[in-house]
T-cell receptor, first 112, second 110 residues
Framework: GAGVSQSPSNKVTEKGKDVELRCDPISGHTALYWYRQSLGQGLEFLIYFQGNSAPDKSGLPSDRFSAERTGGSVSTLTIQRTQQEDSAVYLC??????????FGDGTRLSIL | DAKTTQPNSMESNEEEPVHLPCNHS???????IHWYRQLPSQGPEYVIHGLTSNVNNRMASLAIAEDRKSSTLILHRATLRDAAVYYC???????????FGKGTSLLVTP
């Protein structure tokens, strides 16, 4: 079956521009996570959605970062006024309660 | 969050067993031990998980210490395709977010 899908796979943009990253989770998965992975580093938690509950935004590094999940399915991570330190791979994962996470292959974001 | 400690890197010869260690001395009684691996340019992939008892699946085995303060992922016969970064993480079944450290980078040589 279809896995977690992320788009675009690569994004290059100029410093100061806004970007939107999209995640299509596996159908029926109620939990959705966003992570950031800088070069050679582990995964840094950003935000977590669980069903209709208020999202856990404790990992967002600044107020330039925000995320939405519409209809309990697709999620969009938005970064406003991008900075060079935002360059990283942004990974999305989804899971069904009690089961392991399934990850997409990420969006590689490069800020010039 | 309870944290895990793993060696930065390990090396193995092809077709030999590999034992990847993980320390988690502050694990709580309800934390599950999960292992994921990440191949280059891909997202992490689930490998195996356990709570107290040792576990086996088609990919690997997981050996959990009796006090649960450490665990070992066992690849019975390493192949070149097993070269990846292996992450050991603790997961509360309440569904709370996971944090991944840098993991262990496994190099497999022919």
């Amino acid at each position: 079956g279809a896995g977690v899908s992320q788009s675009p796979s690569n994004k290059v943009t100029e410093k100061g521009k806004d970007v939107e990253l999209r995640c299509d989770p596996i159908s029926g998965h109620t939990a959705l996570y966003w992570y950031r992975q800088s070069l050679g580093q582990g995964l840094e938690f950003l935000i977590y959605f669980q069903g209709n509950s208020a999202p856990d935004k404790s990992g967002l590094p600044s107020d330039r970062f925000s995320a939405e999940r519409t209809g309990g399915s697709v999620s969009t991570l938005t970064i406003q006024r991008t900075q060079q330190e935002d360059s990283a791979v942004y990974l999305c994962a989804s899971r069904r309660q009690g089961e392991p996470q399934h990850f997409g292959d990420g969006t590689r974001l490069s800020i010039l | 969050d309870a944290k895990t400690t793993q060696p930065n890197s390990m090396e193995s010869n092809e077709e030999e067993p590999v034992h990847l260690p993980c320390n988690h001395s502050t694990i709580s009684g309800t934390d599950y031990i999960h292992w994921y691996r990440q191949l280059p340019s891909q997202g992490p992939e689930y490998v195996i998980h356990g709570l107290t008892s040792n576990v086996n699946n088609r990919m690997a085995s997981l050996a959990i210490a009796e006090d649960r303060k450490s665990s070992t992922l066992i690849l019975h016969r390493a192949t070149l395709r097993d070269a990846a970064v292996y992450y050991c993480i603790l997961y509360s079944n309440s569904g709370y977010a996971l944090n991944f450290g840098k993991g262990t980078s496994l190099l497999v040589t022919p």
